[in-house]
């Protein structure tokens, strides 16, 4: 039997940045994953398949709406080739996943391929085509989350789908109803909108990306209602029936009324649910809540305390970034250092474009919370840089604290938000003030200085370019 410092139950960002921490500091590692690639929902269903379809279909929509403008002319019929759009995709996953078996083997890792479940808790039976069993001293479970659905939803994968079908359809939808109005449902629904298909969102609070800052909720929903997206929210789902190719969506709104929508796809993206199934968990003596998340401390060490969990599978944001940082944590724990994640400093990106992305507290906790606060703002169409791309929808919101002027959030709907964020994510680290950022240099013209405009605004409401 091989006997290792570490075993590390699946290889999603979580699991193979822990494998790779692991095996840096000098621990004998083992990586267990069930599927035959690497890399977990991230990389093969999730994070990477969608952005390659989110940049193909942007390619598209530019050539159809925007070319003509540049000054480009193309001859003859704009089409779309969905079966390459995909195939280009997969290929892009592929490399990615054939990346990590290149880190593994660099790393002097051991791969197993099959499902990892406890016999107690140092020793994991892998069942694949063999069933092999490894004895470990410490164990790391990173087996991520699997998408949720409705009790009386019956996903059947080709008309009612989730995320994961969403990435592989053979057509374009004529409409597409997506249940659910967060991250998932609003990026896919755009990829199949920019491709042609007439996209209903239905979402059950009072807005769209409810867990972010309503100000950006309400930028993101004006804009996407601009490019024809049918925006329901306040809406409870009360049935999905499948007729033939025909998908009948009832809900009733916020005046109790039930309103019909008829489609040929329905995309079920009502979150996801942690995923333990097979596990055996118990056998190690490792707890799970009434949520079915794994229970951890500070140090995120589960009940048996030579077993950690981290990722999805426990509390907090399901995002392959902050997995990531937690397996570096608990590697460097278990090496006898002391690592610190401050979850508050964790940015959650929204890749629909124009992209939204935050960092720090919203408006409604810091009212919540009682903290006196200052807003600095500023639109994106106030930039020279934008209007040089035409991207000229949103805006940067710094909120700071009113007497010390220290940054407390950051909130962004525009053109490359998702890259702009980690300026307000090392600002906050290193607890800038407002009048900080306001005074550090940013090249003209990039979209980054609307973040130097807004801190101005917060610092003495003197943005110059507005």
């Known amino acids: 039997m091989n006997s290792y410092d570490v075993a590390i139950i699946g290889s999603g960002p979580g699991g193979y940045v822990a494998a790779i921490r692991c095996a840096q500091l000098g621990m004998k590692t083992a990586l267990i994953e069930k599927y035959s690639t690497l890399g977990g929902t ?11 379809l989110l940049d193909s279909s942007h390619h598209y929509e530019d050539a159809i709406k925007h070319f003509e403008e540049h000054g480009i002319d193309i001859p003859g019929d704009i089409k779309v080739n969905l079966k390459q759009m995909i195939a280009r995709k997969q290929s892009v996953v592929d490399q990615t996943t054939g990346g990590i078996d290149f880190l593994m083997k660099k790393n002097k890792i051991d791969v197993y391929q099959g ?31 699997k998408p949720s659905t409705l009790p ?104 109790g009324e ?95 474009w124009p992209e939204v992305a935050a960092v720090g507290k919203t408006e409604e906790q810091l009212k919540e919370a009682g903290v006196a606060y200052k807003i600095g703002q500023f639109p994106m169409r106030a930039l020279g840089r934008s209007r040089a791309s035409m991207d000229l929808d949103g805006f940067v919101k710094v909120l700071a604290d009113k007497s010390t002027d220290e940054i407390l959030g950051v909130h962004m709907v525009g053109a490359r938000a998702a890259d702009m964020i980690a300026e307000a994510v090392v600002a906050m680290e290193y607890r800038a003030s407002a009048e900080d950022v306001s005074r550090m240099s940013h090249a003209h013209p990039t979209f980054t200085e609307a973040i130097k405009e807004a801190a101005l605004a917060a610092t003495e409401d003197r943005a110059l370019h507005i």
């Not at 991230?42 to 390659?52: F, R």
């Not at 990306?209 to 309400?218: C, E, I, L, Q, R």
């Not at 500070?298 to 397996?327: C, R």
């Open 258 to 352: 039930v309103v019909t929508f008829t489609g040929d796809y329905c995309l079920v993206s009502v979150g996801r649910r942690p995923y333990t199934d097979g596990l055996n968990a118990e056998a190690a003596g490792v707890k799970l809540n009434e949520r079915g998340q794994v229970e951890v401390n500070e140090h995120l060490q589960t009940s048996a305390s030579n077993i950690y969990a981290i990722g999805d599978v426990i509390k907090g944001a399901m995002l392959a970034h902050k997995a990531e940082e937690e397996g570096v944590f608990v590697a460097e724990t278990l090496a006898g250092q002391k690592p610190h994640i401050d979850y508050n400093l964790i940015p959650g990106v929204v890749y629909t």
């Open 152 to 255: 009386f939803i019956e996903i059947d994968k080709e008309r009612i789908i989730t995320s994961t079908e969403a990435l592989k359809l053979k057509e374009i939808p004529k409409h597409m109803i997506v249940i659910g109005g967060g991250v998932i449902g609003l990026e896919l629904g755009q990829v199949y909108k920019r491709l042609g298909a007439e996209v209903s969102v239905i979402e059950f609070m009072d807005r769209i990306v409810p867990t972010m800052d309503a100000g950006v909720s309400k930028e993101l929903n004006k804009v996407l209602k601009k490019q024809k997206f049918k925006i329901n929210t306040s809406h409870k789902v009360q049935s999905v029936e499948r007729n033939g190719d025909e998908v009948i969506v009832k809900a009733e709104n916020k005046k």
């Open 115 to 145: 499902l990892g479940s406890f016999k107690d808790a140092t020793h994991i039976t892998i069942s694949g085509e063999e069933t092999t069993e490894i004895e470990a001293k410490n164990t790391i479970i990173a087996t991520g989350s």
């Open 42 to 52: 991230c990389l093969n269903v999730g994070c990477i398949p969608s952005k390659a």
